[in-house]
């Protein structure tokens, strides 16, 4: 039995309801039964299919109480299947067509998303699983939140950290790299669209932008000093002076463009379909607080957050499989220099050149690595291999800016 604290009725028996769960608020599809009871709905109850035909119905924008729908489709399907839940969604397949994402652990708003893939839409970028819609609620003492979304499926999609990964090992095997650099290459491309597409919210950063950048980046250093030890952890306190050089330099970017970017960018927000790859998750860091994740951001913090998860990609791969470190070490760099060039060639092309700043890549990368020893320690400590390898390699690497 379900304790609403707000619905939507999708039909006569079918609702979207906000319910509390665990410590937080979840946005679950509800079906009412033969009794006249409501319980929460499974894929084949037909809730999804019930929300792409609301949808259909009124293409623009409804508010309905604290939900608002925005559509963009007219398309209806049949038949559902479940996919499963991974960190922040409950996500079924319906008719082989679209993806129905009810926000399983709904976030404190405000989200970023939907402005984020609005925008993008009006742009006519095509590098995301095309939108059907979305529908946002807003609680009646707080800020908007997205509660479900649809999207065009894509079939046979590969995860980034898979396809990456296979395309470093595949490349460091036999010294094969005839395919991993012009995929690497339309990745690079992808991202210039993405900001390009994304320019229409270009401001300037401030001198308060910049100094919250230094001293976020410095307080992530001040965690990562006070963890328990590891290769990163001891590496961070050994040469802490030196990280927090790098670091500073963040302080400098005011007068820097910025724009409402992806905020989460790696390799695991690509996928990768039938050739063609794709840019998906705009609900910004989930380590941030909600207005932190609204902020603009400069282009530099995605193309890092791309850029280095390559180079974790690459430590997967060696983790997995027995690769000469040498030629690993070489398809790392070359690829991620693959990438940038890419990357800046396609923003130059695009006509928007002046978004990036390579002189921030370096230390948003550093920051990155921080985050990562944050993020083992505190949630998934079987990764902390990936970040003790990345920093002193980073610390090696230096800045070729």
Not at 296 to 318: C, F, K, R
């Amino acid at each position: 039995m379900l304790d609403p604290l707000d619905a939507l009725d999708l039909a006569d028996d079918k609702r979207l309801v906000i319910i509390a769960e665990g410590d937080g608020l979840a946005a679950v599809p509800a079906v009412r039964d033969p009794s006249g009871r409501w319980r929460r709905a499974s894929a084949g109850d037909g809730a999804a299919e019930a929300l792409l035909r609301v949808l259909a119905e009124r293409p623009g924008s409804l508010t309905r109480g604290g939900f608002t729908i925005q559509s963009w489709s007219r398309r209806t399907a049949l038949g559902e299947r479940a996919v499963g839940v991974d960190q922040t969604n409950e996500s079924v397949i319906v008719g082989d067509t679209a993806v129905v994402k009810w926000a399983a652990h709904l976030q404190e708003g405000p989200h970023p998303a939907p402005r984020r893939i609005a925008v993008l839409r009006d742009a006519a970028f095509t590098g995301m699983p095309a939108p059907w819609g979305l529908v946002t609620w807003r609680p009646a003492d707080g800020e908007e939140t997205l509660a479900a979304s649809v999207d065009e499926y894509l079939p046979g999609a590969v995860d980034g950290w898979t396809w990456a990964v296979d395309m470093i090992t595949d490349a460091a095997t036999g010294d094969r790299r005839e395919r991993a650099v012009p995929a690497t290459g339309k990745v690079g491309r992808l991202v210039a669209e993405l900001h390009a597409a994304l320019a229409a919210t270009v401001t300037v950063a401030s001198p308060e932008d910049a100094t919250r950048w230094r001293d976020g980046a410095l307080a992530a250093l001040e965690v990562v000093c006070t963890l328990p030890d590891s290769v990163s952890v001891a590496m961070a306190r050994d040469r802490r002076g030196e990280i927090e050089s790098i670091l500073k330099r963040l302080g400098t970017l005011a007068g820097t463009p910025v724009i409402e970017g992806h905020g989460d960018l790696h390799v695991g927000q690509v996928l990768r379909s039938d050739g063609r790859f794709v840019v998906t998750d705009f609900d910004g860091n989930p380590v941030l607080e909600a207005h932190e994740r609204m902020r603009p951001i400069p282009a530099a913090l995605d193309v890092a957050g791309m850029a280095q998860s390559l180079t974790h990609a690459a430590i997967v791969a060696a983790k997995y499989t027995v690769l000469d470190p040498d030629v690993l070490a070489e398809v790392d760099a070359l690829l991620r220099r693959t990438f940038l060039d890419a990357y800046a060639a396609g923003l130059t092309e695009l006509g928007h050149a002046d978004l990036y700043r390579p002189q921030a890549l370096y230390p948003f990368r550093m920051q990155q690595v921080l985050r990562e020893i944050i993020y083992a320690a505190r949630h998934l400590p079987r990764w902390m291999y990936v970040p003790d390898a990345a920093l002193p390699a980073l610390l090696q690497e230096g800045d070729p800016s």
